[in-house]
Structure formats: C-alpha cells, structure tokens
C-alpha cells in the first residue's frame, strides 16, 4: 500500500493498475471527492487535528456516508478516549506510528510491550463498535495439588511441550510461541484452579459485570498490569480474575 501526504492523481492512476492501495492525503471533502473519482477506496485526512478531528468526519460522513476516512500521525494517539473519538465519528481505520512503536520500547526490543499496547488498541477499536470489553483467556491457573509442587507442575508442562518456562514472585509460568500461557501457583490452598479473563479495557469491565451482580475482592493496580478476583465463582468452583496488561 501507499500512504502519502497529498492527493496525486498519477499515482492514483498507477496505484489503480497495479492494484495497489493507496491512500493520500485530503484535508477537504472537495479533496475526498476528487481522490474517489480516481478510484481511492480509504482517504487519510491531513493534517488531521487541524481539519477539525472526529468532528471533521462526522460532519463529512453526513450527506458522503460512503466515504472511508483514515486519520494517522499524532492525531491519533493509543489512548482509549482518542481512539474511541475517531471510531465512534465513523473512521474506517486509524494509523499509529510513534505513539504505539514508542521508541524507549524500540531501543529496548520490548516486543511485548508493544504487543500488549497494540491488543489494547484493538480492544478499545472493538468496544467502540460495539465488541466485547472481554478479549479472551489470559490463561488458566493451577494450584499446587495431590502432593505435588508447583514447580514439578510448571517442569512437566516445560519437558512434555517443550514450553518456556519462567519464574515469578508467587508463580511459574509455561508458554510457547503462539497466545497463551499457563500459570502455576508456588502456594496451594483450597482452590484448585483459576481463570483469567483478559480485558480491553479494566475500570470499564469492572463496572460492566458489577451492573451484572458481581462483586470484587480488592484489586491489584501496578503501572503495567491490573488485576481483580471476582468473589464469585463458576458453577464448578474455579475462580475468575480479570487482568488487563499494559
């Protein structure tokens, strides 16, 4: 694809013959109109803060409801507030640069904190239209049980699925490559299980299950991660965490 600044139409044409996107920069609904008579499918308005934000689309979007609208760049930044603002004016997508690849995460090669901030965007892109606060299981967690210790758990699981294996402050955990991972308890006690929900968005999840009946034990809020317990178990006794990770 091809992302430019302005709106050139010799390479709206050469896009179109090649079959390749390209989405330019338009920063007047005269502009839009003109890109998608030269066959643009998505127009990146720029500059998009000072063409008038979410208010800009809403107002296009009006009487041109079949116009798609990207904005990009430091408009849009990967907060809740400012990305469920463009996607509830009725953008079709949102491009993020420097605010998502941060570069102390870049220098550092924090894979994960980029991925975790990238799962966070898409999980408030998903509630602004109408998804789920609820984006899956996190994982499951196991207790130390039948004369077992945890580490002897998190080994097996490490040995028979060749899982890495890492060591916490109260827990192991065993993942692979793909999503997912398992946690296992060092402690037991009377619980035999756990699961956690993984969550877009946690003061908003929260909220949403207490409208439901449910109640909470006290949270745990670090600057990367939050996590609650519900008081409430399943029907076969396991109990529900919510964790949301930065």
């Not at 839009?32 to 066959?39: N, P, Q, T, Y």
């Not at 643009?40 to 500059?47: D, R």
């Not at 102390?104 to 980029?114: G, K, V």
Request: hydrophobic share 40%; glycine share 12%; net charge neutral.
């Amino acid at each position: 694809f091809i992302v430019g600044s302005v709106f050139n139409p010799e390479v709206a044409r050469v896009c179109n013959r090649r079959k390749v996107a390209y989405m330019p920069g338009c920063g007047s609904a005269s502009e839009i109109s003109e890109a998608e008579e030269a066959g643009v499918e998505i127009c990146k308005i720029f500059p998009a803060a000072s063409v008038g934000g979410p208010d800009f689309v809403r107002a296009l979007l009006g009487p041109t409801p079949w116009s798609r609208i990207m904005p990009t760049g430091a408009a849009v930044e990967a907060t809740r507030d400012n990305i469920q603002a463009w996607f509830k004016a009725g953008v079709a997508a949102v491009g993020i640069g420097g605010n998502l690849l941060r570069p102390q995460w870049l220098e550092a090669q924090d894979w994960t904190s980029i991925s975790r901030l990238a799962a966070q965007v898409i999980g408030w892109i998903r509630e602004a239209r109408g998804g789920s606060l609820y984006l899956g299981v996190e994982h499951p967690g196991l207790y130390p049980y039948g004369g077992a210790t945890g580490r002897e758990i998190a080994e097996w699981y490490s040995r028979a699925f060749g899982f890495r294996m890492s060591e916490g402050t109260t827990s192991f955990f065993v993942a692979g490559p793909g999503p997912g991972r398992i946690e296992v308890l060092k402690e037991g006690g009377t619980d035999r299980s756990h699961v956690a929900i993984e969550v877009a968005d946690f003061e908003a999840a929260m909220a949403d299950l207490q409208a439901k009946g449910f109640e909470f034990e006290t949270p745990k809020i670090l600057p990367d991660v939050k996590a609650v317990f519900l008081k409430q178990t399943d029907p076969a006794g396991n109990r529900v965490h919510l964790i949301w990770r930065r």
